[in-house]
T-cell receptor
């Protein structure tokens, strides 16, 4: 079945540091890929998505590129802020179904 | 305007009770979902529902049942609550079921079973 693997956290960075959160997936066919963010005490919000190979999703300074050859969708940001502290979830949705399969989540802590 | 709303936000109850969590979306979406997030933040789909089809994750106990009075609502009813049901439950909705469709999540209901 489909699966998503994320790097385990917590990831602790200083403000303005470069961020990478790794995400790899296993799926049949050509899934769509998503990054969701969950701020403390809140629900999930879509951060960005990509629906086909080589697409780059971007939002709020975050980027991720759909790499079919490496089955990856790594999240990056050039300069993190304290307000980026949250849990980040990588997810996929296979075109054959309508349910999201989530990775285990990666907690990011940004210190001033 | 709240796109996907859930009530209650917090629910504390005794083992063996029956409880319901309500979900409403005002996005005009035709597909709704329930997810469970455990204490380690792991998220798992429970149900997917539109006006034509209910898809149940086979790992979900039959004590859990979704009920949809209309297209904008998908409530979650839980019978005979167990300690292991303690979790955060998220409702979500989307327009259609295609692979690229974005799912919008509610704020979650934190259920604690004592």
């Amino acid at each position: 079945g489909d699966s998503v693997t994320q790097m385990e956290g917590p990831v602790t960075l200083s403000e303005e540091a470069f961020l990478t959160i790794n995400c790899t997936y296993t799926a049949t066919g050509y899934p769509s890929l998503f990054w969701y963010v969950q701020y403390p005490g809140e629900g999930l919000q879509l951060l960005l998505k990509a629906t086909k190979a080589d697409d780059k999703g971007s939002n709020k300074g975050f980027e991720a590129t759909y790499r079919k050859e490496t089955t990856s969708f790594h999240l990056e940001k050039g300069s993190v802020q304290v307000s980026d502290s949250a849990v980040y979830f990588c997810a996929l949705k296979n075109n054959a179904g309508n349910m999201l399969t989530f990775g285990g989540g990666t907690r990011l802590m940004v210190k001033p | 305007d709240t796109a996907v709303s859930q009530t209650p936000k917090y629910l504390v109850t005794q083992m063996g009770n029956d409880k319901s969590i309500k979900c409403e979306q005002n996005l005009g979406h035709d597909t709704m979902y329930w997810y469970k997030q455990d204490s380690k933040k792991f998220l798992k789909i429970m149900f997917s529902y539109n006006n034509k089809e209910l898809i149940i994750n086979e790992t979900v106990p039959n004590r859990f049942s979704p009920k949809s009075p209309d297209k904008a609502h998908l409530n979650l009813h839980i019978n005979s609550l167990e300690l292991g049901d303690s979790a955060v439950y998220f409702c979500a909705s989307s327009h259609g079921q295609g692979g690229g469709q974005t799912q919008y999540f509610g704020p979650g209901t934190r259920l604690l079973v004592l």
